[in-house]
């Protein structure tokens, strides 16, 4: 398949006057774009992300091809479209209207829809739905784009919060889930491996042994290894100095605590192993991370 193309890259495509923009770098999973358009018509490349389409101003008269099936819908403000990433579709309309996209990343959606099922999935694929009888949908993308007009205090939180609630109910009203069938020999269940992180993140303030993390799952240290490394790609050691340099950021961010004491809580030797690991893994002094935040 062609490289799908990323929000930014949706003008090149289907032209129209950006009128709002969120703040994509600081939202995790979720970005929203809104345009003002005239009459097109236009073939629109597959998209990286799951997209709403909600329609804010103007009534259109919406035809759209997907998978040789053509949909054709009176659309008004209130109304949304929904479409699955990774497909080309062709967009006719003749009417001005002014839209909000908002962006799902492949990644959150599935991280999600594994919490709620606490199974691997295999796909996620939205229904074809031209419009959409949903007004908590519209409702949900109206509070994005409220917060990223007024980008106040607390946006992030409040923006990630709505986007987990509106992937929930996507999953629950609008999709076709695919879950993977689990054989031993395709590395640990996804319930496992959550259970594995959980232990791992409970006692990430001192040394962690394999046997430990092999024994919080009834396995063998060989078998724990080598399947755990097939379902994460990365061996217990790397996971936990991954899990050690998150937790180390995420303290860096929010408190002024001296190096050292975070180095301690993060289960790290000492404060030159700490720096050793941040240089290596994020090409930064953990004095320059937090600087730099």
Known sequence: M?????????PEWVPGQEILRGADDSWDGVSLRAFRYGALDV????VRDYLIVAY??????MRRTLDGRVSHEQLSPGDVTLLTRAVETHWTWREPIDVAHLHL?????????RQMYDRDIADVRLRDELRADDPAVFRAVGIVAHEARANGPGAQLLVESV???????LLRRHTELTFREYHPD????IALVRQVEEYVLTHLGRGIALQELADSVSLSRYHFARRFRQATGHNPH???MLKRIEKAQSLLRRTQAPLREIAADCGFTDQSHMTKQFRRRIGVTPGRFRADG
């Open 2 to 10: 062609d490289e799908l193309i990323v929000p930014d890259q949706y």
């Open 43 to 46: 073939v629109l490349p597959p």
């Open 56 to 61: 804010q101003r103007g009534q259109v008269d």
């Open 105 to 113: 990343t492949h990644d959150f959606v599935q991280s999600v829809c």
């Open 163 to 169: 986007a987990c609630q509106l992937a929930v109910h």
């Open 186 to 189: 395709q590395g640990l269940p």
């Open 238 to 240: 790397e996971f936990v």
